[in-house]
């Protein structure tokens, strides 16, 4: 069975820093891209970042330049540093995964995998 696991998750002040990790277990990802989507509260899904298999990156403009994005695929693992966090990044954070990466940040909820998502809160 195919799981998707996000820990890292909490609270933190603005301009504080979080780590993501995403424990991807059933079989290898590493021939996948892999990425972060997150929803706010009342909000729809929003891309986040995305990793192919080769460590090509893209982000989303909000986060361009504060959040980074890694895989360790000898331990089917995915990373999100996120840093100089703001209120409006609160949301719950989900990892997934896909075998194709064009196009990842627009197809959402049909990528091949989800995680259960962990929730970020940052305080101002």
């Known amino acids: 069975q195919v799981q998707l696991v996000e820990s890292g998750g909490g609270l933190v002040q603005a301009g504080g820093s979080l780590r993501l990790s995403c424990a991807a277990s059933?079989?290898?990802?590493?021939?996948?891209?892999m990425g972060w989507f997150r929803q706010a509260p009342g909000k729809e899904h929003e891309f986040v970042a995305v990793i192919g298999w080769s460590g090509t990156t893209s982000y989303a403009d909000s986060v361009k330049g504060r959040f980074t994005i890694s895989r360790d695929n000898a331990k089917n693992m995915v990373y999100l540093q996120m840093n100089s966090l703001k209120p409006e990044d609160t949301a719950v954070y989900y990892c997934?995964?896909?075998?194709?990466?064009?196009?990842?940040?627009?197809?959402?909820?049909?990528?091949?995998?989800w995680g259960q998502g962990t929730q970020v809160t940052v305080s101002s």
């Open positions: 997934n995964a896909d075998h194709v990466y064009r196009n990842y940040a627009y197809r959402g909820r049909e990528l091949d995998y």
């Open positions: 059933g079989r290898t990802f590493s021939s996948d891209a």
